[in-house]
Structures are given as C-alpha cells and as structure tokens.
C-alpha cells in the first residue's frame, strides 16, 4: 500500500475532534488483529486513558509525547519523534500529545476501544 493510497476518515468519536484515521489492516472494530495511522494536527492532545489490548506505536511523522500515568502532565511526557516507537501492556494508563502535525501507526488486537480515567475527559460523552 502506498502512502498516497491510504483512506483518511475522521477518528471515533472517543478520539478529540481534529484527529483522522486510515486502516491498513484488519478491522478495529472487530476481532483480530488490526494496523491503523492516527494523523493529528499539531496541539492535539488526548487525555490520560487505556486499552483493554496491548498497544504497538510507531512514530511514521512529526513529534508525538507520550507519557505514562492518572493524568496529562507535559513535563513528564517522552517526545518520540520519526521512527520512534512505544509498546504499551493492556489497561495501561497513558496519555499523549503532538507538538507537530503527526501520524503515529498503531498496531493491536480489536475491537479497539479507549477507556478514559477521567470519565469527563471523554469526548464521546456529552457534556
């Protein structure tokens, strides 16, 4: 698959707005393996959650920081740039934020799901 093949489409609504996605493989919303591409722009952040699977990242573009841990805090965060990648275990706390247009590929076993510390933080949820 060429880059310019992939199918970018807004990200789920338990993603912040300003996020889209593109699979590669699999479905996420189902059973089984699965490879997707997160395009964020720059700015974006997204609140401490987990995954009830195990989470693969690679950094294909741009500054994406992750840290570990109850909630977002900069300080703490590793910048993981091109090439970059990060395995996190299941039910893993965590958060992230890119300060550059960014496209991290996430590898993991669906159905994918996010599940957000601080249930406030959901954007899925109405407020």
């Known amino acids: 698959m060429r880059a310019d093949q ?8 338990a993603v912040p707005k300003g996020a889209q996605i593109a699979v590669l493989s699999g479905d996420p919303n189902k059973q089984g393996p699965f490879t997707m591409r ?16 195990a ?4 950094i294909i ?4 920081h992750l840290g570990m841990g109850d909630k977002l805090d900069e300080a ?3 910048k993981l740039s091109s090439g970059g990648f990060a395995e996190l275990p299941a039910n893993t ?35």
């Open 6 to 13: 992939l199918q970018w489409k807004p990200a789920p609504p």
């Open 38 to 53: 997160l395009k964020t722009p720059a700015g974006f952040k997204i609140a401490a959650h987990s995954h009830p699977t």
């Open 55 to 58: 989470e693969r990242l690679t």
């Open 61 to 64: 573009s741009g500054d994406f």
């Open 76 to 78: 703490k965060a590793e």
């Open 93 to 127: 706390n965590h958060y992230a934020f890119t300060s550059t247009e960014t496209v991290v590929q996430i590898d993991s076993v669906g159905p994918f799901a996010i599940k957000y510390v601080n249930p406030a933080d959901d954007p899925s949820k109405s407020h």
